[in-house]
């Protein structure tokens, strides 16, 4: 083998590489980013890596008893999401998203999320998740193809109109609240 050969050889590989991370790196980084209410549970998982798993809490007319639909449009004006409904095939829509069926969670990835974090941060956002005052908002960017990535997690206080409602819920239910999300160590 020759000398140049064999440099071809080791930076030919470290090339490839490094053209699809660029194009990894590019696709994560293009579209509109959107905050989607969550409830969350589950930050860890040491055979998997770290993340937190979610419900998506669109808001609108999409419930979770509506799985067979595969894409829905977000209506409103981007990071804000006044409404999100279900769309039918050969319906028009600007800001289209539509499940992975190759992804996670499959047919179930508009209602089902996974944000990967770092170590440091599940101790943070175990502690958040279980505060039953704040609610959860994850940022996802979503493509003109109506794919979507979550990309950040980020909590705020509930309104006054959030905690009533919560609060009626419970009464309706009697004392049979849901319990705290589990944290697995």
């Not at 770290?50 to 669109?58: A, G, L, N, R, S």
């Amino acid at each position: 083998m020759t000398r140049s050969f064999r440099l071809l050889a080791a930076i030919l590989p470290l090339a490839g590489l490094a053209g699809l991370w660029a194009m990894s790196a590019k696709t994560y980084s293009e579209g509109t980013a959107w905050e989607v209410p969550i409830q969350g549970y589950d930050p860890r998982d040491y055979l998997r890596g770290h993340y937190v798993e979610f419900t998506y809490d669109w808001p609108g007319e999409v419930g979770l008893s509506d799985l067979a639909w595969s894409a829905m449009c977000l209506e409103g004006e981007a990071p804000n999401i006044a409404r999100a409904r279900w769309l039918r095939t050969d319906e028009a829509c600007d800001h289209p998203v539509r499940a992975d069926s190759g992804g996670v969670y499959a047919g179930r990835s508009l209602t089902v999320g996974r944000l990967y974090i770092g170590q440091d941060r599940a101790a943070q956002l175990q502690e958040q998740l279980q505060n039953r005052d704040q609610r959860g908002i994850v940022t996802i960017r979503q493509r003109e193809d109506g794919s979507f990535t979550p990309v950040s997690i980020r909590f705020r206080p509930l309104t006054p109109e959030e905690i009533a409602e919560r609060d009626a819920q419970n009464e309706g239910a009697g004392d049979l609240r849901p319990p705290p999300p589990i944290m697995s160590q």
